[in-house]
């Protein structure tokens, strides 16, 4: 098994363990889903397994954590990609799956009402809603979700949901803002690749400077779990040492 596979195959044990400990406790798992490639293999796994893992799907509402400003069914969506690796092979209701609208012509008046979803389905009897779990990846410039390097939406502290240009990629994108992903119960990062390699090397050092010019960095649960589950290549450049299978 590659290291990669080896990081997926983890990231899935985590991911399932977290769902059903969410539905245990509280009867319900509000999960946020990562875009990008990376997760992609993991996904296929989790639908691959649901014909003898335990994950009580019937129990989970799945959001997402960014989305690109395209339709649903562009070849470059987020949620296009989770929903031919997992959600079309999963047993969970329909109205449980919140595709984020990142190509509305109103992308403010969109994601103020993705919020509004947000807070109604995922508030429970604290202020803040906070989701049971949310799946990252992370950029080679250090971005998560869609919090880029140098972008406002970096010094968001009131909204939860955000839409912005982001002048690197030359487009609009719609993203969960650090005071929501901070919320969360737990925040789980898959990175992969040697194109990583410096961006997590950033994020696990002691070079102060360094982490702030790192979105990633930024992410720190406020009273939650943060794990982050890296393949050799991507924990390269740390004094890290691969866990035995
Ligand atoms: C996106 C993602 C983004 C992604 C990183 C890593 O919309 O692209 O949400 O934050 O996690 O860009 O992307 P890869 O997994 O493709 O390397």
Known sequence: MSSCEAATKKAAELF???????????????????????????????????????????????FFGDERDVPHDHVDSNY?????????????????????????DDLEASAGEYEKIVRKIVTGDEPMPRFDLIL?????????????????????????????????????????????INAARHVMFLVTGEDKADAVAAVLGEDKKAREEIPAAQVNPVDGKLTIVLDAAAARKTDLKPAKN
């Open 16 to 62: 399932k363990e977290v769902v059903c400990a969410s539905v245990a406790e509280r009867r319900v798992c509000n999960l946020a889903l990562a875009g990008g490639t990376t997760p992609h293999d993991l996904y296929q796994k989790l639908a691959a397994d649901v014909y003898n893992c335990d994950v009580p799907w019937a129990s989970v509402n799945v």
């Open 80 to 104: 296009h990609m989770a929903q031919r690796a997992l959600l079309d092979h999963i047993p969970i209701p329909p109205e449980q799956i919140h595709p984020m609208p990142a190509d509305s």
């Open 136 to 180: 990252l990846g992370m950029g080679g410039d250090g971005h998560t979700a869609s919090l880029f390097p140098r972008t406002e939406a970096l010094s968001e502290k009131e909204k939860l949901i955000v839409s912005h240009h982001v002048p690197v990629l030359g487009r609009n994108r719609m993203t969960f803002t650090y005071a929501l």
